[in-house]
């Protein structure tokens, strides 16, 4: 079972460069994240979209853009890569059903150094 | 969103038991009470849920008080595979799911 996969895993870029972290679950959530890991804290959400056309604002949005392409991908983009980007990001997708609430499933991560 | 609070950092000899206690006092009657773990170099899973009533699953149990203020995760025996940092998470819905810093739990062999 994939469950949610994003690419790539490792990234290393210079100041300034653009990239673009991509996401797909297989699972047919409508839900999906983009949540950001520094060193020795926990996870800050970056994006959210609560479905297929939709995307909000999480608590860190600034520097990033991001893309609901249809319901199973949902991609992440620094247009301009600065050093304080240097983190590890994961995306992760969820269902809310009536007994279970929201329950969220996280990829493996991707690390990125921006130098 | 509920607020929740954790301790930075737990220790507990491997084979005893662990109570992991989350304080949310801003729970609403409709958030669900999570947990989840996050081993190292993993993305965080799933480990148990809860409205109002204990529940026990093969992971874990959760106990939740009476005025759902409070919620205490407990592993019954603990291994080394045990260690991690572990979550609680308020959630309702198609929410923004908001993580704390979570409680980093030692297994001392």
């Known amino acids: 079972n994939a469950g949610v996969t994003q690419t790539p895993k490792f990234q290393v870029l210079k100041t300034g460069q653009s990239m673009t972290l991509q996401c797909a679950q297989d699972m047919n959530h409508n839900s999906m994240y983009w949540y950001r890991q520094d060193p020795g804290m926990g996870l800050r959400l970056i994006y959210y979209s609560a479905s297929e056309g939709t995307t909000d604002k999480g608590e860190v949005p600034n520097g990033y853009n991001v893309s609901r392409l249809n319901k199973r991908e949902f991609s992440l983009r620094l247009e301009s890569a600065a050093p304080s980007q240097t983190s590890v990001y994961f995306c992760a997708s969820s269902e809310y059903h009536h007994f279970l609430g929201n329950t969220i499933y996280f990829g493996e991560g991707s690390w990125l150094t921006v130098v | 969103d509920a607020k929740t609070t954790q301790p930075n950092s737990m220790e507990s000899n491997e084979e005893e038991p662990v109570h992991l206690p989350c304080n949310h006092s801003?729970?609403?009657?409709?958030?669900?009470i999570h947990w989840y773990r996050q081993l190292p170099s993993q993305g965080p899973e799933y480990v148990i849920h809860g409205l109002t009533s204990n529940v026990n699953n093969r992971m874990a149990s959760l106990a939740i008080a009476e005025d759902r203020k409070s919620s205490t995760l407990i592993l019954h025996r603990a291994t080394l595979r045990d260690a991690a940092v572990y979550y609680c998470?308020?959630?309702?819905?198609?929410?923004?799911?908001?993580f704390g810093t979570g409680t980093r739990l030692t297994i001392i062999p």
């Open positions: 998470v308020m959630n309702f819905g198609n929410e923004k799911l908001t």
């Open positions: 801003t729970i609403s009657g409709t958030d669900y």
